[in-house]
């Protein structure tokens, strides 16, 4: 099966983050990078990789209070940097195809760091400008290289995890199979470490408690009673942990327990309206905070009411804030936002706007985001064809369904996109083109033909051989 990014992008306000990073980049951008920006001029993180093999490359999602910009590096590409006056979260990603681990790093203006790969092809990350700590910035590799795929369910690193009986067995997307074993393992590597005096005190103690809570929400998920009974009470419920990703994690999961059967079910008004009777104080700000990051796949009308409701009982003025600006915005309840903005700053008011600068072509249109890892894996093909078939007749043009104009920018000049051919479409989530074009996942590809008409609503992506069968088609009519 070919790989998408899915959303239901008619009715989502794209956070420049696919959904998984949708909760992660409101709660920890908006709590805590965005309030500690530095005063100092712009300074470059500069990222290097310290591995030859042609055949490996590693994903970098680097997440701040701009938007989310991917950085890609390989045995062509090995060094790249990015400009900044604040902290970034990167993300980096597996190195194989299935995305099996998603490990997370603070890094800060100046920072240089060198990433090699470890036997079982873990990151491994070295500072060369600044004191650092080898083993508590490399944790998670070192935990699952120590484990044979431990899974720490705040991080999700591994989409595979060791059962009781020593066999692998894969693990459907939010299932998890034996959250004791692994959280009884990683507590056993992380005290090895602070009894040899490898970790400080700090981490430890904060590490510890992450995976605790981590263990709780991976007992919730596996809906298995008796564990719940004998782990899960109120008592967990701490205001002073709201600051962590891992305590509002669990806060969220524990309320989807008492009002789902099966984990793989999606109400999140209902989810919220849990989490506004269960919790009280700055639990439930937090919590209810993050729950209206997944409201945002509903309509933006239900998203308005929610916030409206959020605001009035919400105590946390820095909350209240930043839901004003993002969802009760002029900007978000625009009800029909379709301008696409060309690189140079030109707008047009609609996509057929667009096409009528090129009356004479057939036109291939590539919908794709920063943060969207097949659409950037399309672009190479889409190079090649367009060398091949723009003389012919056919125009290429690539629409970003970003958020964030920055992260559009960086990566379009990172992937090497012609800024002649390059739109951005800043409301997608509102816009009729994305619902007149049927659009729920990308990349979508879609053809036109010399009039706008179009023939093709999911045409084959340029590394498909049966592209060039239509092409030829459309090129004889």
Not at 70 to 96: G, Q, R, Y
Not at 160 to 180: A, D, F, S, T, W
Request: aromatic fraction near 14%; charge should be positive.
């Amino acid at each position: 099966m070919k790989a998408k990014c899915y959303y239901r992008i008619n009715r989502l306000i794209i956070r420049s983050l696919h959904i998984g990073w949708l909760y992660f980049f409101f709660f920890s951008i908006n709590c805590s990078i965005a309030s500690i920006k530095s005063n100092n001029k712009e300074s470059y993180i500069v990222l290097e990789l310290n591995y030859k093999d042609k055949n490996k490359e590693i994903w970098i999602n680097c997440i701040d209070s701009n938007g989310s910009h991917l950085i890609i590096l390989n045995a062509k590409n090995p060094k790249d940097s990015l400009l900044t006056n604040e902290k970034i979260l990167a993300v980096i990603t597996s190195f194989k195809c299935e995305n099996s681990f998603n490990i997370k790093y603070n890094l800060f203006p100046k920072d240089h760091i060198i990433i090699s790969i470890n036997s079982k092809e873990y990151p491994v990350l070295k500072k060369l400008n600044k004191d650092y700590h080898h083993i508590e910035i490399n944790y998670y590799s070192l935990l699952n290289d120590n484990f044979n795929g431990i899974d720490n369910f705040g991080n999700k690193i591994l989409n595979y995890i060791l059962c009781n009986n020593g066999q692998k067995e894969k693990v459907r997307n939010g299932e998890i199979l034996n959250p004791l074993y692994s959280f009884l393992n990683s507590n056993k590597f992380l005290d090895s470490l602070y009894n040899n005096k490898a970790v400080s005190y700090n981490f430890y103690k904060q590490t510890i408690q992450g995976q605790y809570y981590s263990f709780l929400g991976g007992i919730l998920q596996s809906k298995n009673k008796n564990l719940i009974k004998k782990y899960i009470n109120q008592s967990y419920i701490n205001d002073t942990l709201t600051k962590h990703e891992y305590y509002i994690d669990f806060l969220y999961n524990y309320a989807i327990y008492f009002v789902e059967d099966e984990f793989t079910k999606k109400n999140h008004e209902k989810y919220y309206l849990q989490c506004e009777k269960m919790y009280k104080g700055s639990s439930r700000d937090a919590v209810l905070f993050y729950s209206l990051a997944s409201l945002s796949i509903s309509s933006s009308a239900t998203v308005n009411s929610f916030a409206k409701r959020f605001i009035k009982t919400c105590k946390d003025t820095s909350l209240v804030r930043i839901v004003k600006n993002n969802y009760l915005s002029t900007n978000y309840n625009k009800s029909n936002s379709n301008e696409l903005i060309k690189y140079s700053g030109k707008s047009y008011k609609n996509l057929q706007e667009l096409i009528n600068e090129s009356p004479d072509k057939a036109i291939y249109v590539d919908f794709w985001a920063s943060w969207c890892r097949p659409c950037l894996s399309e672009l190479p093909h889409s190079k090649s064809l367009k060398e091949e078939y723009n003389k012919k007749g056919i125009k290429f043009i690539y629409i970003s369904i970003d958020k964030y104009r920055t992260a559009w920018e960086r990566s379009m000049k990172q992937v090497d996109i012609s800024k002649t051919e390059s739109y951005w479409l800043p409301e997608a989530g509102l816009s009729n083109i994305v619902k007149q074009l049927h659009i729920k996942s990308i990349p979508r590809y879609i053809i036109m033909d010399k009039t706008g008409k179009v023939l093709n609503y999911d045409a084959p992506r340029p590394s498909d051989p049966k592209i060039r069968e239509v092409f030829s088609k459309l090129l004889k009519n």
